[in-house]
């Protein structure tokens, strides 16, 4: 907060308490729920009750608003079918509905590419390939009736295909990495990241996720690291502010593993140029 903003934000794990007097807003923790803590969408398919489950690491939260959940209405839902209609005509009918839910979906899904996990029987989720919008972003699919399953019941499963998620984008991150370095086009110094951040160089920031360190700018504008933190002139978490000026400059961030960055001294930036 400040004397102009204050903003509450609900955060799917536990932080530090502290207390920060600073110059900008602190906002490692929220970094933190965008980029360390793999958000995703989890698409329960039913004709009774279609759901959809917004994930950030191991917490799912139900959407539940104008859109979902979301009931097939008409003949096989909410009315019978016709006397002389046959499996065909069934499955025409979901095919339309799952047409409406990815519809929907594409409401959610329009602002960031996120990871989609689909649930439930084989055969709808069949028909939800089929007809979907968005298949290049389903990571995984789970079979069963989801009609009743709560956010934590559900979690167990969806988080094992997340997790392959995040390997697979780190493997990503670090060879665009030995591909950066091989162009030398990649710095590995939290004092050249942070030059070349505010340069606007910075094309894709790899960071050990509990990599932080304080640093002050000198009268001369110079940026040093410190060993204590407090005070305005300190920033508390030099990696959180390098952190913001990447995104503010257009690049990508990649948070790791700690010690997947051991040569590179926990923190390395590829550029543009």
């Known amino acids: 907060m400040s004397h102009d903003f204050a903003k509450l934000y609900y955060l799917p794990f536990t932080i ?42 191991e ?6 608003d104008k859109n979902f959940p979301m009931q097939m209405t008409g003949p096989g839902g909410t009315t019978a079918l016709p006397f002389d209609s046959d499996s065909s005509y069934l499955d025409d009918r979901h095919r339309r509905f799952f047409q409406q ?55 167990p499963q969806t988080w094992e295909i997340v997790q392959t998620v995040r390997q697979e984008q780190q493997a990503g991150a670090l060879q665009a990495l030995d591909d950066a370095i091989s ?37 001369n504008g110079k940026f040093e690291l410190v060993e204590a933190v407090g005070g305005t002139e300190v920033m508390d978490d030099a990696v959180d502010e390098i952190i913001e000026a990447v995104l503010a400059m257009g690049g990508d961030i990649a948070i790791v593993d700690d010690g997947a960055l051991a040569d590179h001294r926990h923190i390395a930036l590829t550029l543009r140029y």
């Open 101 to 155: 839910v990815d519809s929907a979906f594409t409401e959610y899904a329009q602002d960031e590419a996120l990871p989609l996990i689909v649930g439930g029987v084989v055969r709808q989720v069949s028909f939800f390939q089929e007809v979907s919008q968005h298949t290049s972003a389903i990571a995984g699919t789970i079979s069963s009736n989801f009609d009743k399953v709560t956010p934590s019941e559900l979690s």
């Open 16 to 57: 530090p308490a502290r207390v920060v007097i600073d110059q900008t807003f602190a906002t490692r923790d929220l970094v933190y729920g965008m980029h360390r803590a793999q958000r995703y969408w989890v698409l329960l398919l039913s004709q009774a009750s279609t759901r959809l489950l917004a994930g950030t690491g």
């Open 183 to 219: 162009a030398q086009l990649v710095v590995s110094t939290i004092e050249e990241a942070w030059q070349m951040a505010q340069e606007g160089r910075g094309k894709l920031l790899l960071v050990e996720k509990n990599y932080h360190v304080p640093a002050i700018l000198t009268e």
């Open 59 to 64: 917490t799912l939260e139900e959407v539940e």
